[in-house]
């Protein structure tokens, strides 16, 4: 647990390890809470706005450009006249646009802001630079398969290169919803269902979208989004509910978000739910208390897109003028495109609804943020058209795109060792609606990449194989309706080839927002296609696109070889060959549980347990696990194949006692016995037995990638202390308790590998 503070029950418990903790580097690097610095400038500007000029510095409008890309993601709003758009900068009636159209479009509007306004304040430019700019990188929870936090460090470092270059400022991004329900649609964008994973994820996205100095024209200012738990809306259906417990919502939830400003985030997005009754955007207790009383949260928080106006939908908020108040008194500095700022915040403070004192609050935060951004400095730093041209797409940042994309796939299954496939002598049929075309390549929220510029699975194969001659190419159905005559060309093409690879799962627009699923499954006309590819009996690859985990079904699930491959962005079609034929051995884990049936879910392995689990094997009667199903995932968080063949041996354990203030090794022997190198990612997963509070059946604690030779073994050591041990207690505060704990070393949330238990001592 990150934020742990530790309570007097604890202290008794554990002095020592309580103090080493408060006083480690590692907490001190935890906090560092990112800093703003206010120059002295600022207060005077404050000083000679008038109040509409001030709400203006707080009103942030989708960019009208020609219709603008930010119109075609989102529903139009207001503003949606570019014209206007420039009288308004003219006017100091406007923060900035987002979703813009690049550095020309920022320089008409920056130099209306600069030049003819009164007060020459700078207009900020955001985007939602989400998983790339015009290079495009494996969607974020693709990113989060390669276990791998600094791949994602890099893949946003070299995003804020390309988009800072296109006059961007400010990624609307890393979003850091913890998401275990994979009905849900927006999972695609985020850490997956791990707390652990969201919050080195998160971390690691901040870093690299802000690098050391805001300041340089290489970085963009991050922005934690959606906070809070928009991830946990009930049934997985976007926009809705939150209702959880607080223990719940600090343990799982916060979490990410917590390390996503502690990595130096200096703006926050604010969700569309509510939370216990309370939209997030309305919600005083988030936006304020907790997130600048507890966590010490300096930066500024800007509203979701209308985010303040759906209150009134939401029964929160009972006009527009209201709307703007709950949201402005509960701590949202900047609204998003409803207008609803500039609209009425100058009213509420002539009418004593709304303290001056507190507009002044916000717009200094939000000045602040541009000073530091260099905006002050120099107004046109980021916005250069050269630059934007020279930047874009660079051989580098598509080598790190296709290092992304390989790291990102998950090998399912591998049965009868089919792949790799050999890259000569075999005539493949690559089948599938997905097999060819320059469509759902660069996947979900995506504003400025193209997929006429990705590299598509029919090509990505050509180019592994020795006789591109001896690949055909077949669609066989639509995504969700079926292909006249399809079937029936796919079969033949199958029967012609020695090998199929079947391309299929869920189009770019099956998740991502507002698109919640009821089955999480292949569409029926795709699943149909794969059982009458299936039955011609030649072995199939199933190759699987999809923003979410999947439930696999009959002849999909039952391929001798399965690929995760998510949406890989520009380079997928030379990841996915990379993989297919040897080049890269898989080393992707699942970042979210495969579950058995849509129905399971929400799913997710650190559940609680159940008075009456299922003993591992038959499913016994009254016991916890739905009809016909084990209560467990067809494929864990965690799980991941290689092309060695991993053993997992030799637990052993410093000491079978952890001292209150001390701490224990925890290794094991891992093993290739195969015959190819192979990187694996070894896991580490405890469970307290008894608690005051029940604790999850397993939690990760760590992991580590090791590359492994054939033949090789390596001792894979983790040292584990108190704080890994801590929950949130009885008195709502995160705490140790002395008792047993299992430990597994394992190469999944649910695999066995090598199990061990020690005691904490009082
Ligand atoms: C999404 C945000 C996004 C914003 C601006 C909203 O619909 O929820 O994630 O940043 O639009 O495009």
Redesign the pocket.
Known sequence: MVDLAISRRAVLMGAGAAAAWLASPARALLQAVGKVDVPPFVDSLIGRMTLEEKAGQLQLM?SAWGGGA?LS??PPGTGSDFQQQIEDARQGRLTGV??GNGARMARMLQTAAVRESRLKVPLIFAA?IIHGHRTIFPVPLAEVASFEPDLARRTAEAAAFEASGAGIDWT?SP?VDVARDQRWGRGV?GGGEDPLMGRLFAAARVRGFQGADLKSNQHLLACI??FGAYGAGESGLDYNAVDMSERRLREVYLQPYKAGFDAGALSA?AS?NEINGIPSTGNHWLMTDLLRGEWGFQGFVVS??TGDEEMIAAGYAKDGRDAARLAFLAGVDMS?QSGLYRQFLPDLVRGGEVPEAKLNESVRRVLALKAMLGLFDDPFGRIDEKREAARSMLPQTRALAREAGRKAIVLLKNEGELLPLPRSGKKIALIGPFAAGPHDLVGPWVVYGDDAKAVDLATGVRGAVSNPASITVTQGSGVEEALAGGIDQAVAAARAADIVVLAIGEDSGMSG?AQSRTEIVVPAPQQALAEAVAATGKPVVVVLKHGRALALEGAVANAPAILATWFLGTETGNAIADVLFGAYSPSGRLPASFPWKSGQEPYYYAHKPTGRPNPPGELQPYKAHFRGIPNSARYPFGHGLTYGKIEYNGLALSSQEMPANGSIQVSATIANRGSRAAEEVVQLYIHDRVASITQPVRELKAFRKVALAPGQSEVVRFTLTPADLAFYGLQDRPVVEPGTFDVWIAPSAEAEGVHGSFDLLT
């Open positions: 989708a930010a993601l989102n987002f979703n939602d609307f979003m964008e989004k959606h997005m569309f979701d897109y998003m927002e």
